[in-house]
């Protein structure tokens, strides 16, 4: 997704987007954080690119109470409308300097 999707075309935010950001960003915090706590590190000869494939899968095998997901989600979704509510705003700017300079 690219930040411009943060964004409908009437300038209103996309809710859904950025709660799937947010969500999925969320689970792969709460991946690591589970299975460096469980001292449970990829093996050194898989792909950089099925890293976060493997924290998935090994996260589903430790227990619930490792980790607090609603925190890892809160902490995201912050995130995710901080960089909304920026995008709207450099998306709005050049509108207004065009209005600005046409008045």
């Given at each position: 997704?690219?930040?411009?999707?943060?964004?409908?075309?009437?300038?209103?935010?996309?809710?859904?987007?950025?709660?799937?950001?947010?969500?999925?960003?969320?689970?792969?915090?709460?991946?690591?954080?589970?299975?460096?706590?469980?001292?449970?590190?990829?093996?050194?000869?898989?792909a950089l690119s099925s890293v976060t494939?493997?924290?998935?899968?090994?996260?589903a095998n430790l227990p619930a109470s490792t980790t607090a997901y609603a925190r890892f989600f809160a902490v995201e979704l912050r995130r995710v409308w901080e960089i909304a509510k920026l995008a709207r705003q450099r998306l709005q700017a050049p509108a207004v300097q065009q209005?600005?300079?046409?008045?």
């Open positions: 997704m690219h930040y411009t999707d943060l964004i409908n075309a009437d300038g209103t935010f996309n809710r859904s987007a950025i709660m799937k950001i947010a969500a999925t960003k969320a689970r792969a915090e709460r991946n690591l954080d589970a299975c460096v706590a469980a001292m449970a590190f990829a093996p050194r000869s898989g494939a493997w924290r998935a899968a090994a996260a209005f600005a300079e046409a008045a």
